[in-house]
T-cell receptor, first 110, second 116 residues
């Protein structure tokens, strides 16, 4: 079945460091890909998305590129802030069904 | 625009008791989803409604879980009887159907269930 594998956490970085959270997927068709973020005490929020190969999703300084050849959708940010501390989920959508990775907890220290 | 509302936010029960969760989706959203998020894991879809019909309930443990969406708006998810392994956050989400944004699901804050 369709699945998503994320980089194991937790990840701890210093403020202004470069961030990469790896995500790879397995799907029977051509899914849409998403990154969701869950801040402490809040619900899941859509961070960015890409609906076809080579699309780049971006939001709040975060970026991810849909790579069909490597079945990947890695999340990157050039300079993280303390406020980016959260749990990040990679997900794919097939037939209106979202399949999530296990999540990566990110902590940014000042 | 109001978001997806869920209640209660927290619930603690003993095993073998029953519990119910309520969800009010974003106004006009035809599709409603219930997810189970066990600690340290990503959300897993339990059931998907379109209006008041079930689209997918293949992951719903039907011996103890039930859900309904009367009149195609609010929804309730019930567990009876609860087991220890049902301890999780139950997330409700909704989405539009038939628009360019129909791929986006909007999530509520969730109900954290602890079964003792």
């Amino acid at each position: 079945g369709d699945s998503v594998t994320q980089m194991e956490g937790p990840v701890t970085l210093s403020e202004e460091a470069f961030l990469t959270i790896n995500c790879t997927y397995t799907a029977t068709g051509y899914p849409s890909l998403f990154w969701y973020v869950q801040y402490p005490g809040e619900g899941l929020q859509l961070l960015l998305k890409a609906t076809k190969a080579d699309d780049k999703g971006s939001n709040k300084g975060f970026e991810a590129t849909y790579r069909k050849e490597t079945t990947s959708f890695h999340l990157e940010k050039g300079s993280v802030q303390v406020s980016d501390s959260a749990v990040y989920f990679c997900a794919l959508l097939m037939s209106q069904k979202l399949v999530f990775g296990q999540g990566t907890r990110l902590t940014i220290n000042p | 625009e109001a978001g997806v509302a869920q209640s209660p936010r927290y619930k603690i029960i003993e095993k073998r008791q029953s519990v119910a969760f309520w969800c009010n989706p974003i106004s006009g959203h035809a599709t409603l989803y219930w997810y189970q998020q066990i600690l340290g894991q990503g959300p897993k879809l339990l059931i998907q409604f379109q209006n008041n019909g079930v689209v997918d309930d293949s992951q719903l443990p039907k011996d103890r879980f039930s859900a309904e969406r009367l009149k195609g708006v609010d929804s309730t998810l019930k567990i009876q009887p609860a087991k220890l392994e049902d301890s999780a956050v139950y997330l409700c989400a909704s989405s539009l159907v038939g628009t360019s944004r129909n791929n986006e699901q909007f999530f509520g804050p969730g109900t954290r269930l602890t079964v003792l």
